[in-house]
């Protein structure tokens, strides 16, 4: 089975996205999911190499999730190669969509899949406090049930 890739994208790639990325990640491996590719990157490339932002990791860390990524930037061959790319927010739908005008892969803004909040932008929490970081992941952890759910029912997958 081909595997399905998955790409969280935001600004920087040091908070919403790792963090999305790392949450959908653990939701993948705790339903037994292998045929799942996870990645995240930025439309900016201003932290290209580094770790994500150590309050995303502390966040990770609070609810028993690994990270481990470094950020990288957005490419144009991500749009083709990844059959998911997911926005955090409106300015970076538009800045996926400034890069390519005929993506193959299914682009949504995550909150989409929120019960709480759908199609809301997930807020950037840079330059607030911790309690920002625990808000995102809340968003991030309802959003990933739900695009978990809508994958695994387009591609059939198992639910055992």
Request: net charge negative; charged share 30%.
């Amino acid at each position: 089975m081909t595997k399905i890739k998955v790409l969280f994208v935001c600004l920087g790639n040091i908070c919403r996205s790792p963090l999305a990325e790392a949450v959908f990640s653990d939701k993948v491996r705790r339903a037994g999911l292998e045929s799942m590719l996870i990645d995240s990157c930025g439309t900016g490339g201003y932290h290209i190499g580094h770790l994500p932002d150590p309050r995303s990791m502390a966040v990770a860390s609070d609810h028993n999730i690994p990270m481990d990524h470094r950020a990288r930037r957005l490419t144009k061959a991500d749009l083709t190669d990844f059959d998911y790319v997911i926005g955090m927010d409106d300015e970076n739908m538009y800045n996926i969509g400034k890069l390519s005008s005929s993506p193959t892969a299914e682009t949504f803004k995550m909150r989409k899949f929120d019960s709480e909040g759908e199609d809301k932008d997930v807020p950037d929490p840079y330059y607030g406090g911790d309690e920002g970081f625990e808000s995102v992941y809340q968003m991030l952890d309802r959003s990933s049930d739900g695009l978990l759910a809508y994958i695994r029912n387009k591609h059939g997958l198992d639910r055992s």
